[in-house]
């Protein structure tokens, strides 16, 4: 499994950006597919995750409402729509494989398959 995650940029304030997060190996394994942020200087934070099978998808309090993960079986890519970016969402951006149980979906230690970050500047 070999995840890349991609769509990064610089936005302004209120603009909107679509990552995606693209299994470039073999059949995903993983049943979650978690994307996590980790702003400078501050700790990895969950930010939303979506289950392959049912697709029942899980956000953080910080970006509910402002940003929908959503998933293409057919191109194995899963997708999260970034709208109403603030500073704040400055982070480096990455999608992660797992099968956590839906209690434990934040976590990031659940997830074994790690793809490279890309990068989201949000300038004011």
């Known amino acids: 499994v070999q995840l890349q995650a991609s769509g990064g940029g610089l936005v302004q304030v209120g603009g909107s950006l679509r990552l995606s997060c693209t299994n470039s190996?073999?059949?995903?394994?993983?049943?979650?597919i978690g994307w996590f942020r980790q702003p400078p200087g501050k700790e990895r934070e969950f930010v939303a995750a979506?289950?392959?099978?049912?697709?029942?998808?899980y956000y953080a309090d910080s970006v509910k409402g402002r940003f929908t993960v959503s998933k293409d079986n057919a191109k194995n890519t899963v997708y999260l729509q970034m709208n109403s970016l603030k500073p704040e969402d400055t982070a480096v951006y990455s999608c992660?494989?797992?099968?956590?149980?839906?209690?434990?979906?934040?976590?990031?230690?659940?997830?074994?398959?790690w793809g490279q970050g890309t990068q989201v500047t949000v300038s004011s």
């Open positions: 992660a494989g797992g099968n956590p149980i839906q209690s434990s979906i934040r976590a990031s230690a659940l997830y074994k398959y």
């Open positions: 190996g073999r059949t995903f394994s993983s049943n979650v």
């Open positions: 979506i289950k392959w099978s049912g697709g029942s998808s």
